[in-house]
Structures are given as C-alpha cells and as structure tokens.
C-alpha cells in the first residue's frame, strides 16, 4: 500500500510541478524505507530533517511507527502532511499537521452502520 500511497503522491506532485509548483518551487519526494522497524523510522526521520532539509513530512505509515516519530516532529517544528494512520492518538499528538485518513473509530462505525 505504502508504494501505491507514493505512486499517486508522485504523480500528483509531477503536475503541480508542469504547472509551475508552488509560487514557482517544485516538489520534491524524497522516499525512505524503514520496513515497519520504529528505529528506522527514527534513523531515517533524522537523516532528512538534518541531511536532507524537509520542509515536511507527507504520508508516512504506521501508527507505531508515525507515534514515535511526533516527538522529533513537535520537537523540530516540522509540518506533518497525510499521515496513513487511523489512530487518534498521534492525531492529537501532532503540533502541525494536515490529516487524511478518518480514525480507527469513525471507520469502524461508518462500517457498522452500513
């Protein structure tokens, strides 16, 4: 799911970017795999804020994962775009953030009454 999620992604931000980007800059991706391993999550969220220079973080995956991820995001300051993660909790963790998915509650519930 995680490559379809950054597929889609991609081809979004290439036609931003033949439009002009945004106020002339373009998007850049940058794709890191940490196989669901929360230490690798960590690893690769420090090596872009401080070798890569992201503006911010879009689309990560795994509410453990992303969970242990918002204290270096609340910490650095960093906005948080489309996590794909149903849980509350790193919703209301999160200092700057756009959310996408509905939360694990409302899924479950828009299933029941279906």
């Known amino acids: 799911m995680g490559s379809d999620y950054r597929d889609c992604a991609l081809a979004y931000f290439s036609w931003i970017n033949s439009k002009g980007g945004v106020h002339g800059r373009s998007i850049e991706l940058v794709t890191l ?26 689309g990560m995956f795994g509410s453990a994962n992303y969970s242990a991820l ?8 960093i906005p948080s775009l489309a996590p794909y993660s ?6 209301q963790k999160l200092a700057k953030y756009f959310w996408l998915r ?8 828009n299933y029941r009454s279906n």
């Open 33 to 58: 795999d940490d196989g669901y391993v929360v230490e690798k999550t960590m690893a690769n969220g420090r090596q872009l804020i401080e070798k890569e220079g992201v503006l911010a973080f879009f």
């Open 70 to 77: 918002m204290e270096l995001v609340n910490e650095r300051n």
């Open 86 to 91: 149903g849980s509350m909790n790193c919703a």
């Open 102 to 109: 509905a939360s694990y509650g409302d899924e479950t519930e």
